[in-house]
């Protein structure tokens, strides 16, 4: 049994200039820990693949296509592959969302 800690993580560099931390990368699938404090955002950005969210604590706005809500904690949010998606913590309170991604990406996402 192999047990990853969030806090052992570092924080990866991305263009979003948010608190990102790879917690499981295979071929088969990508999870990512994002964290985001009041009023930061993920930019609108593509992916190839299926992507999921997953709200851990917070009320972040999550855009998919032209279809924008905002959710709450144990909501998850499907995004398919090729769809413009972005989130947002417009609230006063820190946002921390699982990202899974299947299968594993093979190239970067594209910002828009």
Partial sequence: MKIIKLSDQDKEETPHNVDVRKMYDKKSAQAVHIT???GEAL???I???DVFFYVLEGTPT???GDHKAEVYKDCLV???KNMVHCIDNLSSSTTRILVVKAPGPTSKSKLL
């Fill in 78 to 80: 499907e995004s398919p």
């Fill in 47 to 49: 992916t190839s693949l």
């Fill in 62 to 64: 999550i855009q998919i």
């Fill in 43 to 45: 930019k609108p950005h």
């Fill in 36 to 38: 985001l404090q009041a």
